[in-house]
């Protein structure tokens, strides 16, 4: 058991932790105040190992999405997830949106492919969302798939192949289009594809001409980008798409930049081992209206490992920060760690995410432009290196606090608590109802 921080430690805390920043400049107040602005988006897929709902006899390619661990007490269906998902939003502070992936659909037992989607299979997602005052983002689900298995979808090069997934795309737009308007406001629709081949091929040119074509023909469909906000996420290479990737990332900065009808979607995973991205975010903002980020981990490789507070987060959130560009980014998380509680796997990710902008937000941002202006590196440099030991953790506690979420590493307890009442046992029964197993 993790004690609780009393409201009077978190307040006298902040309070010595408010003066401090305020020598440097920095106005505490205003930062928590500009952080509960910030929504992020959790994903539905790290509840269940991106397994979906949905019910199929084939055995279906990842497309280089890997979900590795045996941790008991993933959830075994929509309901679960949403109940794992409840449990973890209730350990986060701030502005939460859910994001859900089409493969999430709840067709109530019949089989509905995935070009016959309708906002109807969503209609659960839609009222839980409402309910729990969330909005929701959305992403076609172009793998673990019968139709995806051969390595392509939208750059097949066999027509029907091609097409199954152009109308997977604007059924996805559709649905995005129904959650956006019940909900006020646009859904951000992401849509990522594996399509690429393990080993040199020949043709890397008719693969990218008909991803092209079929992209213009998705978003060409009328849909009311006032509620579906299109996105694209390119990727550098995937378990089987080693060599070659048809949407890599100039393929969708190209594609984003000639056509306007499409975000591009900066996974932080998708690079070189070595490459960040936040030095991406001026170059792509500067000719580009707004970007969505999905929020990674890679170690070595796409790994999508559970989000922490590193140097590459920090980095991140102090380049959209600093160029005051926050209003201008969607933030997305995208992990998945099956070695873990996957309620802990949430928070902790969505906890840090945050640290790491509230940290962004502590910066005196304008008095640095200046320094460095001045050509006064070493007090750049000076201040910089100050900031960071400056109390983070007690301006975040105050947060947390102020939000009615729980306070350091108390949330543990409620974690360990509702593994052994809900998680636990679910490794002991087949199944969670809702299935034809009996
Ligand atoms: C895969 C992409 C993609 C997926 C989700 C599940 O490499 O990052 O965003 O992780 O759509
Ligand atoms: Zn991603």
Redesign the pocket.
């Given at each position: 058991m993790f004690s609780e921080t009393s409201s009077k430690e978190v307040a006298a805390a902040y309070e010595l932790a408010r003066r401090q920043y305020a020598r440097l400049g920095v106005d505490a107040d205003a930062a928590l105040a500009a952080l509960g602005q910030v929504p992020i988006s959790l994903?539905c897929?790290q509840g269940d190992d991106?397994k979906g709902l949905e019910t199929r006899d084939e055995a279906v390619s990842g497309g280089?999405?890997l979900a590795t661990g045996n941790y008991p007490g993933a959830a075994r269906n929509g309901t679960e997830l949403r109940m794992d998902a409840e449990r973890a939003m209730s350990l986060i502070p701030g502005e939460l949106r859910f994001n859900v992936?089409a493969c999430y659909a709840e067709t109530g037992g019949e089989r509905v492919d995935r070009d016959q989607l309708k906002p109807e299979h969503f209609r659960t997602w839609m009222d839980w969302a409402k309910k729990h005052n969330l909005r929701l983002d959305f992403?076609g689900t172009f793998f673990a798939h019968p139709l995806a298995n051969g390595g392509f979808t939208l750059s097949d090069a066999d027509e029907e192949v091609r097409a199954f997934w152009v109308r997977h795309g604007i059924a996805s737009r559709m649905i995005a289009e129904a959650m956006g308007r019940e909900q006020g406001g646009p859904c951000i629709l992401?849509h990522?594809i594996p399509d690429g081949a393990k080993d040199s091929p020949i043709d890397r040119w008719a693969p990218r001409q008909r991803l092209m074509r079929s992209l213009d023909e998705m978003l060409g469909a009328p849909v009311d980008r006032a509620f579906c906000l299109d996105c694209v996420?390119g990727?550098l290479f995937?378990i089987s798409s080693e060599d070659f990737v048809v949407g890599s990332h100039e393929f969708y900065m190209n594609y984003t930049a000639s056509r306007r009808n499409a975000r591009l979607c900066l996974?932080m995973?998708?690079f070189h081992p070595t490459e960040t991205i936040h030095d991406k975010i001026s170059a792509v903002l500067s000719f580009q209206d707004g970007l969505l980020i999905?929020v990674?981990r890679g170690i070595r490789w796409?790994s999508?490992h559970v989000v922490v507070l590193n140097d590459d987060l920090r980095a991140l959130f102090q380049e959209i920060v600093r160029g005051g560009a926050l209003d201008r980014v969607n933030i997305a998380l995208?992990y998945?760690d099956a070695s873990m509680n996957r309620v802990g796997a949430w928070v902790i990710g969505t906890r840090c995410t945050q640290k790491a902008i509230l940290a962004a937000l502590l910066e005196p941002s304008a008095r640095l432009r200046e320094l460095e202006a001045r050509g006064d590196m070493a007090s750049k440099l000076a201040v910089l290196e100050e900031l960071k030991t400056l109390p983070l953790g007690a301006v975040w506690d105050q947060y947390c606090h102020a939000a009615g979420a729980p306070v350091g590493p108390a949330w543990l307890n409620a974690m360990h608590d509702y593994e052994e009442a809900v998680q636990r046992p679910r490794a002991k029964a087949k199944c969670g109802g809702g299935c034809a197993c009996g």
């Open positions: 994903h897929w991106v280089g999405t992936h992403n992401n990522w996420e990727k995937g996974d995973g998708h999905h990674s796409d999508d995208d998945f």
